[in-house]
């Protein structure tokens, strides 16, 4: 079992361990932590790549997404406790992030459509997310913040903002164990 450098409760499986699960590694590299999370690219002999996460309560990204079913899921899986963390891969997919394309229209060009999928997930999921202004309130504030000039210089996404009134009222709050 690995252990972080900086966080003595935020461990990893080693290289034989993970073959164990997923066969031989061919690469592993830390892409991103913070205090509760641990992140590595991690690539296999045989080509296949991941995100391996291992992760400390409070957390509900496993648990989500196993219950999830959405084509803007990649494919998943879950892995073993380790100590406190929860672990998990997650396919690596080799794609722009929205703040590497273009300004503007063509980044709202691809950020509506994923908004209308992200609101017709099922209310039921679970999550932590504890938003005082409520559901509409803040895919508004997403969505301005997304637009770098707020709602008046493209007009308001009536589909997603009916999709999102359908969910029940108030925030699904699922508490942490």
Known sequence: MLTHPDMADLVMCDDDQLAALLGDVAARETIHWWP????QRLELADGRRYAYKSQLPPTVEPEFYDAARSPLLPRHRRLDRLGACDTMIVEWLEVPRLDQLPENKERLAHAWPLLGQIAELDPGLPV?????????????????????????????PGHLLTAVRRWPSGVHRRPVE
């Open 128 to 156: 932590y997310l504890d938003c005082p202004m409520g559901r509409i309130g803040y895919v508004h504030c997403v969505v301005d913040t997304m637009r770098d000039g707020g709602c008046r210089r493209f007009g308001r």
């Open 36 to 39: 509760l999370s641990w992140v």
